[in-house]
């Protein structure tokens, strides 16, 4: 049977606009995930400003009262847990072009940057370290931080 021509080339506008849409809606994901992590850096300073003026403010109490009424930093993301998941599998720096590769996401030098923006917050939360620029590796227990 022979598929006519106005058919297929219908079926091929439809596919195009369709990847289109999605090339647009994966730019706006991104987008939206840099301004989330923006933000959460924001809120991370916040806390620790709060928790230093805690301890500030009551210089007779001890330290970790005040600390205790400040609520606990809430769990990752699934993006952060999957990067520490590969983490545990390597005993190895990795640098965040690694990381996007490791992770099958796109290594365009715009998601190696919010990889490594992720990377810099996992080492604020003191969970990586970064002993050379660039360079990410996982705080282990009993392993002596360089």
């Known amino acids: 049977m022979l598929v006519p021509d106005d058919l297929l080339e219908d079926l091929a506008e439809r596919e195009r606009y369709a990847r289109a849409e999605v090339d647009r809606l994966r730019a706006a994901i991104k987008d939206l995930t840099i301004q989330m992590e923006t933000a959460g850096q924001l809120a991370d300073r916040l806390?620790?400003?709060?928790a230093t003026l805690l301890e500030i403010s009551k210089p007779d109490q001890n330290p970790d009262?005040?600390?205790?009424r400040?609520?606990?930093r809430p769990p990752l993301p699934g993006a952060y847990q999957d990067i520490l998941a590969v983490f545990t599998r390597t005993q190895a720096g990795l640098r965040a072009k690694d990381l996007c590769h490791a992770l099958h996401?796109?290594?365009r030098p715009r998601d190696v940057e919010s990889m490594r923006t992720?990377?810099?917050?996992?080492?604020g939360r003191?969970?990586?370290?970064e002993p050379e620029p660039g360079l990410f590796i996982m705080n282990r227990p009993n392993q002596p931080k360089t």
């Open 47 to 50: 806390h620790l400003t709060r």
């Open 65 to 68: 009262q005040a600390l205790a």
């Open 70 to 72: 400040v609520p606990s």
């Open 105 to 107: 996401l796109d290594e």
């Open 118 to 123: 992720k990377l810099k917050r996992l080492v």
């Open 126 to 129: 003191d969970l990586l370290t």
